[in-house]
């Protein structure tokens, strides 16, 4: 289970996480909504490492990832798709995902192979193209790419930033139908960051929301989405 | 005929050189975003550290090899003793501007190059000496007729060809080469994936320092050993990594044959003290026509 307890991050002294606590439960989507600015990824990025908490603390299971390095926590088995289909466009496709599982190769060299042929199986459209540059993928593609550059390296949470920002709703869909899928089979515990509330808690179990750096509820996804004053008040529909 | 073969083999062995030095300052570019001014200042010490084996009667192979490690691991040195804690994380949080962010770095350099110089002189008291090289410098006889190549020249031309090809395979073949490909391209995103681009970019400065610590003994046999003779080389090798592209491997090696076929032309067909002004005149076309090099990929803003 991850859990963020009184989680702080400060960006100049302007608070852009304040004293956030929340648990996401192994094996289950949760998902984490809120406007632009609520600090959505802010909070993926203190949790991979890429930002440094002023305070508070992040477990996973026993495991304090607090202070660790961002190439730490990714061993420890939780992976980030960054914001923004982030691959690495000079990149082949092929070699985009072979660095995804590139940290693990003395130890694991057999299983690497499987974990590939996996996600190919996953997405075909990326075995098709595994030998052109990433930069030429639609951004659909992309995005399938960054999430099987996250698959191959096995984690036990996905930390998902908006996977479906500027995706046509049709691929959008397919995406995150994927993740689900991938969630229920496998036991892969998810913490998806969405803008788009209805797309998120129709798959999730658990949703957050958060407002200007602060949990502003703490519901299953189904309440959530039912709860209309809620999106009044924070999402503005 | 025989002057022009005569330029053009120079050329190509003098522009193998600069490649390599050039080589050297887009490795460290690339991976750390630094401009290594101190990277001929690495290269001149080892040189000197080699000179000094040969002269304590170690076999010139032995020098070499122990010069080529040197080489890597000064510039592994730099990385961990000096750019790393100067660009930390605590570091820029302190430094407002993004300029002073890159400038720091690059005077730091500078200062490493002042402080092996002074090292040199202290050392070796600065004198100028010779360096050998395990071929003669002779011209390559068959028969009677000279041929328009020195021995020296395709020892020169085979070493670098042999560093560009494992190069290559540890690029492109490598999980290693993969990670330092990709630690340029992305920091991020490579550390996201679990690599940790802080030892791969002091790789990067060690094979950096090899390839530079290569150039200097390879140089040497012709310009002669002392603190200041490999300055030239760096001022060459930059313009040659400009002319390539600063952010191509392959077009750093392309920039240096470029340079060296340019300086040995117009050595031979107009006069040396026509060298610089040819190279400066080149540099200026390239920046002018296309400022991001031959190879140079064009920034290309993501959407």
Known sequence: MLAITNLVTEFASIKALDNISFQAKPGLITTVIGANGAGKSTLLRTISGLERPTSGSITWFDEELTHKSVEAIVRSGISQVPEGHAVISQLS??????????????????????????????????????????????????????ISRALVSRPKLLLLDEPSLGLAPLIAAQIIGIINDLCRSTGLTVLLVEQNANTALAVADHGILLALGKVVADLPAKEMAADSSLRAAYLGY | M?????????????????????????????????????????????????????????????????????????????????????????????????????????IASLGILGVLKALAGIFWAGE?????????????????????????????IGTVFLTLVLTTIFFTKTGMGLAMRASALNPEVTRLSGIKVGWVRTLGWAISGIASSLAGLLVTPKTNLSPNTLDLLLIIGFTAAVVGGLSSLAGSVLGGFILGYVISFVNVYSAPENVFIAILVFLLLALFFRPQGILGSKQVRSV
């Not at chain 1, 940290?103 to 060299?109: D, E, G, L, P, Y």
């Not at chain 2, 000496?129 to 071929?135: D, T, Y």
């Not at chain 2, 007729?145 to 020169?156: C, K, P, R, S």
């Open chain 1, 93 to 146: 496709v092929a070699e985009n995902i072979e660095l995804g599982g590139l940290f693990r190769k003395r130890i694991a060299r057999g299983d690497l192979a499987t974990a590939t042929k996996e996600v190919y199986e996953l997405f075909p459209i990326l075995h098709e193209r595994r030998n052109e540059p990433a930069g030429s993928l639609s951004g659909g593609e992309r995005q399938m790419l960054a």
């Open chain 2, 128 to 156: 100028e000496r010779g360096f050998p090289s395990p071929v003669a410098p002779n011209a390559i006889k068959i028969g009677e007729t000279n041929l328009a190549i020195t021995g020296f020249d395709l020892f020169v």
């Open chain 2, 2 to 106: 025989t002057s022009f073969l005569s330029a053009f083999f120079s050329g190509t062995a003098q522009g193998a050189i600069y490649a390599l030095v050039s080589l050297g300052l887009v490795l460290v570019w690339r991976g750390a975003g630094i401009v290594n001014f101190a990277q001929m200042g690495q290269a001149m010490f080892t040189t000197y550290i080699a000179s000094q084996l040969i002269q304590n009667d170690y076999s010139y192979w032995s020098a070499f090899l122990i010069a080529l490690i040197s080489g890597a691991a000064l510039g592994a040195l730099v990385d961990l003793g000096l750019m790393r804690p100067l660009t930390s994380r605590k570091n820029s949080q302190l430094l407002t501007s993004q300029s002073m962010r890159t400038t720091i770095p690059v």
